[in-house]
């Protein structure tokens, strides 16, 4: 297909990647027409940038060099975005720095108003958003519009939280002083961000960054930059001053070290592998930056013989197939106990079966792709080794026939705990289902991971869902329920799975300092 220029930048859908496997010729025609009706439609709107933003200017690499974004469907280019390091960054964190002296400044009413303006811009484009991240995440437009949602509901939460940073006076043991306490933004914040959950991962990080007083450099994943370059054209429109918000994208690590290395970032937070969230935690420590992380999970999902079956297939289906199984809380061992067993693997497995997998903007998907060839050779490897000591195929457990990274909604029974998919995150729409006898067990095996990010139980016995919830080491706990990610609960794990809570009233803590002011000789007249 011929290339075509859409605004001032080169827009194309043209090769397909090389090493993924070719989808069927009509199947690729008619998806990359579609993809490219709504690229220009995106681009209509001013929502499909190719520039990184640093303090309000929007700007190519400094040696224009430049990285490809794919389809994950067609493997075809959308656009090329500039491929940045260490200077570029050091600029965005000078931006960042340089606004923070007034952005800090701004009345918490006035901050509240910008969030609130940006809110109604990301609602008002929900279904351009929504597209976008179908384009280049590949999720079904559905879900991606849920998202956006989801993703919009951080920054209305924290520009209503903007205005409750309360302090506190200290009653003073001493007659002649007066203890007050302050609570005041960190600075500059270095956010990084994944290819899951493109515009969510942002709003949850930069909403109450923004709402506390801080100033913030994004660098998101470079899977999926658009995203975020379309919420931050939005942040624009709404008001929030040049140098608030500002976005970088190339090599990882360059940008990564710069943000580390700069004393003017006084706090890092990041969401993705667990591998590169500790070493993120050890460059801090240069400077004694504040560090959250939100890192790797290994759900358990245990369901008990006195469950209702209905609920659990629900609540389980939701919790395991979401975006594809590309969650850190997806559900990626299903436990279930032995008196119910094989009627949850046969009831589960007929709702699977039911799930449509297609590209996202056709009508009635609920699976899309996988994000590249490297996650359904991390999923095929995980299926052949389980299949490889013991576990039976119910369902799936191969590629799609649409081809590219399309992976079939996979069901797999008598898995053990020693298999390396009941150890380790396998990220695609795999549901491996263990067997447990008792509640200790189910405990036991629960817990016996380093991750802790979030766990499922199902039952309808009340003295056992808090008995077990109490028990089971992670951060989040749905009872009867697959989806509970919400702005107003606080989101982040245990153990190895991070440091430090997102969303809800105590997500604002992390990017505030807390300062004691004690006044003394106040018995004087």
């Keep these: ?79 090329t975005v500039p491929c940045m390091g260490q200077n570029e960054t050091n600029d965005a964190i000078s931006a960042a720095s340089d606004a923070f002296s007034s952005w800090s400044k701004v009345t918490n009413v006035e901050r509240s108003k910008c969030l609130r303006k940006w809110y109604d811009l990301l609602i008002s484009h929900k279904e351009e958003l929504g597209q976008l991240i179908t384009l280049e995440q590949g999720k079904p ?55 899951n959950f493109p515009l969510a991962m942002i709003t949850r990080k930069v909403g109450p960054a923004l709402a506390c007083g801080c100033t913030v450099v994004i660098k998101p994943s470079e899977l999926t930059p658009l995203t975020a370059l379309a919420a931050a054209e939005l942040a624009l ?23 580390l290395a700069s004393p003017q970032v006084r706090k890092i937070t990041f969401t993705g592998s667990t591998a590169v969230g500790k070493k993120l935690m050890a460059g801090a420590a240069g400077t004694v930056k504040k560090v959250s992380l939100e890192l790797g999970g290994n759900a358990p999902c245990i369901v008990f013989d006195d469950a209702d079956l209905d609920v659990a297939v629900k609540g389980t289906l939701g919790a395991k197939f979401r975006n594809t199984g590309q969650t850190c809380v997806c559900a990626n061992r299903i436990m279930v106990q032995e008196g119910i067993y ?31 060839e ?69 405990l036991r095996m629960a817990n016996d991971t380093n991750a802790g990010l979030a766990a499922y139980i199902f039952t309808n016995n009340v003295q056992r869902s808090w008995r077990v919830a109490e028990a089971l080491e992670y951060g989040l706990v749905g009872v009867n329920e697959g989806l509970i990610s919400t702005e107003v609960a606080p989101f982040g794990g245990v153990k190895q799975s991070g440091l430090g809570r997102e969303g809800s009233k105590y997500g604002m803590d992390e990017y505030l300092e807390v300062k004691y002011v004690c006044l003394g000789n106040m018995s004087s007249k």
């Design 1 to 79: 297909m011929a290339s075509r220029m859409l605004g001032a930048r080169s827009f194309k859908l043209v090769s397909h990647l090389p090493s993924m496997h070719a989808p069927t010729p009509v199947f690729a025609r008619q998806i990359s027409m579609d993809a490219k009706g709504f690229a220009s439609r995106l681009v209509d709107a001013g929502l499909l940038r190719s520039q990184a933003l640093i303090g309000g200017k929007w700007s190519d690499a400094y040696d224009g060099n430049t990285i490809k974004v794919h389809n994950p469907a067609t493997g075809d280019v959308i656009t």
């Design 141 to 195: 437009l559905q879900e991606a519009m849920g998202e956006v949602t989801y993703g919009a509901g951080f920054i209305e939460f924290f520009a209503e939280e903007a205005k409750r940073v309360y302090g506190d006076i200290i009653p003073s043991p001493l007659a002649d002083r007066r203890m007050l306490v302050l609570k005041q933004p960190v600075g500059v914040v270095g956010a990084i961000t994944p290819w």
């Design 237 to 259: 429109q709404a008001g929030i001053p040049p140098g608030v918000v500002n976005v970088v994208m190339g090599n990882a690590s360059a940008i990564g070290d710069a943000l």
């Design 342 to 372: 094989e009627k949850f693997v046969d009831a589960f497995t007929k709702a699977v079966q039911k799930l449509q997998v297609g590209h996202g903007f056709s009508e009635g998907v609920a699976q899309g792709p996988l994000i590249n």
């Design 374 to 442: 490297a996650a359904v050779q991390k999923v095929e490897s995980f299926v052949k080794d389980a299949t490889s000591k013991g576990a039976k195929v119910v369902l799936g457990a191969k590629r799609h026939s649409l081809g590219m990274t399309f992976y079939e909604p996979t069901v797999l029974s008598d898995v053990k705990s020693d298999m390396i998919i009941a150890r380790e995150e396998v990220f695609g729409p795999v549901a491996p289902v263990l067997r447990f006898k008792t509640e200790d067990e189910a």
